[in-house]
């Protein structure tokens, strides 16, 4: 079985500042994990992924996420935080067997100016 | 476009009629996958193709739905007797077999009234 658990279904960020977007996982399997950003009124589009390569993962627009074994962790990180980046954001997971995306509940982001 | 397409992009209809999704993948992408998004339930896996297999139909919630993909190639989502919980934003992804990438199309907002 596959979960995966966002803390945080708000994060608000100052423009400049660090973001950071808490992605817990589980599966009994090794995973593939992928974060997606979803624009308003938008479709999905894949930030980024990891499939058991490099554990630091780095993505488009700046993003990435370090893949941590020990603490069943996917966070994703941006040095600075750019208004265009005000989205939700998805954490997911699948495995070999069952490629099926399971998506945590979802961060939207906001940016202050 | 190259792009996964979708339509329509907003359907209407009234409690108990038959509705109809069409997605149309990227081309060559024998992997395709139906998941719906919606407020109370958050983005969930409904069914999977993968060329010539039978199906991954595990995540569908009712026998109300069903897909089909004729030639290996455009998919139909139907749901039949539609109710006022099936409302939801419904999304198509596509992929290359052996490769997890999925690209999501902008998705159909069903709504039951």
């Known amino acids: 079985a596959q979960s995966v658990t966002q803390l945080g279904s708000h994060v608000s960020v100052s423009e400049g500042a660090l973001v950071l977007l808490r992605c817990n996982y589980s599966s009994s399997v090794p995973p593939y994990l992928f974060w997606y950003v979803q624009y308003p009124n938008q479709g999905l589009q894949l930030l980024l992924k990891y499939t058991s390569a490099a554990t630091l993962v780095k993505g488009i627009n700046g993003f990435e996420a370090e893949f941590k074994k020990s603490e069943t962790s996917f966070h994703l990180t941006k040095p600075s935080a750019h208004m265009s980046d005000a989205a939700e954001y998805f954490c997911?997971?699948?495995?070999?067997?069952?490629?099926?995306?399971?998506f945590g509940s979802g961060t939207r982001l906001q940016v202050q100016p | 476009g190259a792009g996964v397409s979708q339509s329509p992009s907003n359907k209407v209809t009234e409690k108990g009629k038959d509705v109809e999704l069409r997605c149309d993948p990227i081309s060559g992408h024998t992997a395709l996958y139906w998941y719906r998004q919606s407020l109370g339930q958050g983005l969930e896996f409904l069914i999977y193709f993968q060329g010539n297999s039978a199906p991954d139909k595990s995540g569908l919630p009712s026998d109300r739905f069903s897909a089909e993909r004729t030639g290996g190639s455009v998919s139909t989502l139907t749901i039949q007797r539609t109710q006022q919980e099936d409302s939801a934003v419904y999304l198509c992804a596509t992929g290359l077999a052996g490769v997890d990438e999925q690209f999501f199309g902008p998705g159909t907002r069903l709504t039951v009234l």
């Open positions: 997911a997971v699948s495995s070999a067997g069952r490629r099926a995306l399971t």
